[in-house]
C-alpha cells in the first residue's frame, strides 16, 4: 500500500474544559475507555491521512480522563499501525497518537465494544457512522461524531470534550 498523502490541520489551542475522571458509578467506580474510530473520525481515510484539525489537543484532554484510549476501526490493524508511524515521522501526530492500540476484532458486522473491554458499559465508543456499526443494545454507548473529508475549518474534536462532559456527568 503506498504511504500517505498527508498534510498537517492542526489548530493550536486549549481545550477549555473541567479536569475530571470519568468513573463508572454502575461498575465499581472504575474509569471509562474511550475507544475511536480511525477514518472520517480523526483522519480522513486510510489512503489521504489528513489529520482532523484538533485531534493532538482532544487526546491530551481525553489521556487524564480515561483509563486509556484506543482505536476501533474497520482498517487493519497493521495499516493502523503504519498510518500511525507515518504521521509520526511526518510530524503530524505526536507520539501519543502513534502508541494507540487498535483494537483487534474480526472486521464484519458490528464493532462489539466487548472486544475493547468485557464490561462494555465502561467503553465510550466516538465515531461518524454509528448507526453501520453499533450493537444495538451498546447505543448508549456511542458518540456520534461529523465524519471529516478534510477541511481546515472542521471543529469537532474540539467540541467533543463538552458532549461527553454531558453524557458522562
Known amino acids: 500500500m503506498p504511504p500517505c498523502k498527508t498534510r498537517n490541520l492542526a489548530i493550536h489551542s486549549k481545550l477549555p474544559y473541567k479536569k475530571i475522571a470519568f468513573i463508572s458509578p454502575d461498575h465499581g467506580g472504575a474509569m471509562m475507555i474511550l475507544a475511536i474510530d480511525l ?34 476501526s474497520t482498517v487493519p490493524a497493521h495499516r493502523v499501525s503504519e498510518i500511525q508511524q507515518v504521521l509520526l515521522d511526518l510530524g503530524d501526530v505526536t507520539p501519543q497518537f502513534a502508541s494507540l492500540e487498535c483494537v483487534e476484532w474480526p472486521r464484519r458486522g458490528h464493532k462489539d465494544l466487548r472486544f475493547v473491554d468485557q464490561d462494555w458499559q465502561r467503553v465510550i465508543m466516538v465515531d461518524d457512522l454509528p448507526e453501520e456499526y453499533m450493537m444495538p443494545e451498546q447505543h448508549e454507548q456511542w458518540v456520534k461524531i461529523a465524519p471529516f473529508n478534510g477541511e481546515a475549518s472542521d471543529r469537532e474534536l474540539f467540541n467533543l470534550p463538552a458532549n461527553l462532559q454531558t453524557m458522562l456527568t
Open 39 to 72: 477514518e472520517f473520525t480523526v483522519i480522513t481515510s486510510a489512503v489521504t491521512c489528513w489529520v482532523r484539525p484538533g485531534l493532538q489537543e482532544f487526546l491530551e484532554w481525553a489521556e487524564s480522563r480515561f483509563e486509556r484510549i484506543v482505536i476501533y
